[in-house]
């Protein structure tokens, strides 16, 4: 149901979290010469945890019959979101400290930079929680319809 506000936020959740997949939230520089881009589909847990949070937004538009389940998929999504931020910190902390060489390159002692995009999945978080509270108004005003029957 495009009508219902909560629907709009989780479909900006869907588009977020696929721009998500194209764009790297952090890169690496060493000092002169190596420039390196952490891409989010090479590394496999983060391309799970950023293909999920956007795949778990589109199935709950698609649950809007059974509002429980809604909050339910929600509240795993912002799980989601925070373990992609989890998951970036780990592989920053590995990139940084020689543990994982990118590509060719052993990046150790790298300095950092998070970009932009990085921001994606705390947007996502704040558009799933008023999601969230949006689906539970819904749920309440249901249950108050059904009591005056």
């Known amino acids: 149901m495009i009508q219902r506000i909560q629907t709009l936020y989780l479909l900006a959740v869907v588009i977020l979290g696929t721009l998500l997949c194209f764009f790297s939230p952090v890169y690496f520089m060493m000092t002169g010469t190596a420039e390196y881009e952490l891409n989010i589909l090479e590394k496999l847990p983060m ?15 698609f649950l809007f019959k059974r509002r429980l389940l809604q909050v339910r998929i929600n509240i795993m999504n912002v799980i989601v979101c925070l373990g992609f931020y989890a998951l970036l910190a780990l592989y920053t902390a ?5 543990y994982e060489p ?9 300095d950092w930079y998070i970009t932009v995009w990085a921001s994606i999945p705390l947007v996502n978080l704040i558009l799933l929680m008023m999601s969230t509270r949006r689906i ?3 749920e309440a005003l249901v249950r108050a319809a ?3 029957r």
Request: hydrophobic content about 55%; cysteine-free; charged content about 20%.
């Open 136 to 138: 539970l108004k819904d």
């Open 47 to 61: 391309a799970i945890m950023t293909i999920a949070s956007p795949a778990l937004a589109l199935l709950t538009i």
């Open 94 to 98: 590995y990139v940084v400290k020689g």
């Open 146 to 148: 059904d009591r005056l």
């Open 102 to 110: 990118l590509g060719d390159i052993k990046l150790q002692g790298a």
